[in-house]
């Protein structure tokens, strides 16, 4: 029996993790999702424990062969020194007798990959958090950056600023100004119905502002003017990093994608669509070709002939 080498491709976000397992023979693949692991909101050691007790599961559900790389992308981890940190304290988790590559990069690296199949363009996150990518140099060798500064001061046209709002506009309600479907459909799914249930959720510690999001986006497609100007405006200053984007980078090819859980709502997109019209007439939208995961995978089978990985990490000692 000819034994497959295997490559592991981890999508790290917020929310969940997500591994991709693909052999070498491509005939063969394996999906396991995992708990949240944002090293910037649940820290270094949770973060290598959840990605490790992933590897360690596929391994385990494999039909044989060698692992030969893993490449994750993990949010938050956009400082080297955070990956190098991270590679350090999965690599002795791992129960595998052979050795593999090991590297990390941001969440955006492994979504640009896999949206424009390794080729240059605009990315726009838009999930628990935003932001704005763009590989950027001969070949899609370079990448930069926009937004993605956190819910504190960023994360313009996520999920938590767009519920954030929502919450405020219920608040704003309650108190007598304009009235929306909001609160109606807070107090059927949240349990949110009036001024002190609102206090209390969002001082709970444990609370998620982007839970609200999905409910934003359903009361502004059944017309709800608060929800829809929620949504029109967020989407708006997310478009407005690519903007930014593009002052730096003027030369980018006029594609761009959406990624992240709001990526899944038409309507979203739709208003996103709209607010780049006005900022980047030619371009055009297009659906990302594989997932970030996957687009894992194919940086993970590069390693293993390419000994200058694409981002931190380390090669098989």
């Known amino acids: 029996m000819i034994l497959n080498d295997w490559y592991f491709g981890i999508d790290a976000g917020a929310t969940k993790t997500r ?10 693949t394996l999906e396991l999702l995992g708990g949240a692991a944002n090293v910037l909101r649940q820290g270094a050691e949770q973060t290598a424990s959840v990605l490790s007790l992933l590897i360690n599961d596929a ?8 692992l030969r790389a893993v490449h994750a992308g993990i949010a938050g981890a956009s400082d080297p020194a955070i990956q190098k940190d991270l590679v350090y304290r999965i690599r002795p988790l791992i129960q595998s007798e052979h050795s593999f590559y ?7 690296v492994i979504a640009l990959e896999g949206a424009f199949a390794g080729q240059n363009g605009l ?13 950027t140099g001969p070949g899609g060798s370079d990448f930069d950056h926009i937004g993605g500064w956190g819910h504190v001061i960023g994360d313009e046209g996520s999920g938590h600023s767009i519920g954030r709002c929502a919450l405020a506009a219920i608040g704003h309600a309650l108190d007598g100004g304009p009235q929306t479907l909001l609160t109606q ?5 949240l349990n949110i119905y009036d001024r002190h249930s609102l206090l209390y959720t969002i001082g709970r510690s444990d609370w998620k502002f982007q839970k609200v999001a999905p409910l934003t986006l359903e009361a502004a497609e059944h017309g709800d003017h608060v929800a829809t100007s929620i949504v029109q405006q967020e989407t ?3 478009a407005r990093q690519a903007k930014w984007m593009l002052m730096r980078h003027p030369a980018l090819p006029p594609r761009y994608t959406v990624i992240g859980g709001l990526s899944n709502n038409d309507f979203y997109v739709e208003h996103l669509s709209a607010a780049m019209q006005t900022i980047w007439p030619i371009a055009k939208f297009a659906a990302p070709q594989a997932t970030p995961a996957e687009g894992a995978v194919q940086i993970a089978m590069r390693q293993s002939t390419d000994s200058g990985a694409l981002q931190s990490g380390s090669q098989p000692p």
């Not at 726009?124 to 704005?132: E, H, K, L, P, Q």
């Open 19 to 28: 591994l991709c397992a693909c052999s070498s023979a491509g005939d063969e």
């Open 59 to 66: 391994m385990n559900r494999l039909s044989g062969g060698t």
């Open 102 to 108: 090991l590297t990390i990069s941001h969440d955006g």
């Open 123 to 135: 990315l726009f996150i838009a999930g628990t958090g935003s932001g704005v990518m763009a590989r």
């Open 185 to 189: 459909f807070v107090k059927q799914h």
């Open 236 to 238: 708006e200053r997310l």
